[in-house]
Structure formats: C-alpha cells, structure tokens
C-alpha cells in the first residue's frame, strides 16, 4: 500500500516508496526511546490495546494525505505505535508464558506475524482494484482497532496472569549492559534476580572459588582484594562476578563488603544467554567498574530512576 500510495497517489518519484518506509524507521526509533515508559510498569494490557488503535489510525489517515510531508507524518506516527505495540505485547507474553513454553510461543508468534504480512500483501491489490487506493487505506485501518475491541477481555485476562518484573528492572537497567538490552530480555534477567543483603566484612566472592552468579550492588561499597592486597572499593551500581562466568574460570578476585550492602544477584545461565547477544559487554562491564571505582558518595539509596 505504501507503494502505491507514493506511486499512484502522490506522484513521487521512484524513490518515494524509500523514503516513506524511512518516515516510518524514524518512527519506531522514536518509540524506542519512548518504550521505557513501559519499563516495570504492572500493567501492559493498556499499551497493547492503544498501541494497536493507534496503528491502525495511522494507517487511515493516509487515505486522507494530499502531500509527502503529510503521508511521511503519518507513516512515522505508524512507525511508534506499531513498534510501541510489538513492545508491549512482547513484554506481556514474556511475563505471562512459563520460561519452558517461552521459545515455542514466539516463534508461533513470528510465524502468524509473517503469515499475516503475506496475506496483507496478496489482499492489497485487490482492495486497491476493488474500492481504490484511499479507501483501502481506510478499510485496512479499521482492522487493528477492530480487532483491539474483539480481543480486549482476552488480553486482559492474560494480564492477569502475567509475573511482574520486581523491583530488580529499575536497578539493572543502570548497568550499561542490561540498559542497552530490549525491554523484554531486561524484564527476563530482572525476573531471575534475587536480592541479597551482607554485612560489613562478608565475602560475596572468593578469588579462586567456582563462579555460579554475578552480582549488582545496590547500595553500600564493598572492596576488591586480588592476593590479598586491596585493588578497588566498588559504589552502587555496579556489576562485578561476571569475569568468571564469562571466561569460565575461577573466582579472579575476592570482593567483601565494606558495609551493610544490598546485592542482586544472577545465575550463571541467565546472565550467560542475556550479555551474549550484547557486543562487547566484557569491555562494558569494566568501563563501569572504572567509572563507579571514583564515585564519591558511600553507601547512599539508588534514586528511583
């Protein structure tokens, strides 16, 4: 339909079909931005259904574009809700389906996605043909809100069951790494975290000890002895344990905290499957040791973020 809209209604040149389909990457890169207003929120269901109206308004309003400007508006509006959508429903279904079922669901998912963009690429010309090109964008945007009102006491009832992040989501995501991770892997590691409190002088690790979890300190210090000589004293937030699992080696270093300190920590299997789909998280770990290595303040509460 883009195609025809740039071709056979606002008479751009070949190249319009591209920079309408740019409009709508501009779009999604700004609702990527905006997608962490989604992050820890307990209700998705909202989003999900808004995010399809929204979709599909913008899909009817280019029946109604005169201009390129008009139509690449309109195409970036479509862009973020339908981004904020695949988001959304992503992140729900994550927190609604047992980790064992997870893989097989959204590979239906992705499956029913493409079987959808087939048939809606086999049925445009059609509709073209049928009623012209203006109104067929019209009737194709009737379709997502449609369908938001059909299923709207289904996706609530999914919500219903759904497991909340916890309170792990708005800590990790100051790490770098899990900051630069999508909403739903974040939400997968925060799930797994488990929150562990130490006093003054207990060792979190032992240099030369099997690794089995990393470890985010929340709050309080803690400092690192490498053969028994002080190395680095660790400030909130940071994430240290983690060069044992990913090299799998032993313990390269002995971390104790300083003073009553809150940890999260994260299994050896989930850590591993989340940083490995980010490039260069080693590097990344250690730029944020250096810089928390230097913060001033000592054992001060993480700012709600």
Known sequence: LVVVL????????????GLLQAAQGVGALLAATASVVLLG????APAVLLGMVGTGLAIAVLGTVMTAWQAAIAIAGYGMAKLFVDVAARTLLQRAVPDRLLTRVFGVQESLMMLGMAVGSALAPVLVTLVGAQRAFLLA?????ALAL???WWVLRLESRAVHPGAAVRVLRRVTVFGLMDLPSLERVSRAARRVVVGPGEAVVRQGDHGDHAYVLEQGT???????????????VVCFGEVALLRNVPRTATVTAATTSTLWSIDRLTFLEAVGAVDGSARLFEGDRARYQQQPSDGEPLPDA
């Not at 945007?141 to 809100?145: D, I, Q």
């Not at 803690?222 to 909130?236: E, F, G, I, K, Q």
Request: charged share 20%; net charge positive.
């Open 222 to 236: 803690a400092t690192v002895t490498v053969d028994d000589s002080t190395v680095a004293t660790l400030r909130p």
């Open 41 to 44: 929120r307990r209700r998705l």
């Open 141 to 145: 945007g009737t379709v997502l809100p």
């Open 150 to 152: 059909m299923l709207f």
């Open 6 to 17: 740039a071709l056979g209604v606002l008479d751009m040149p070949a190249s319009g079909p």
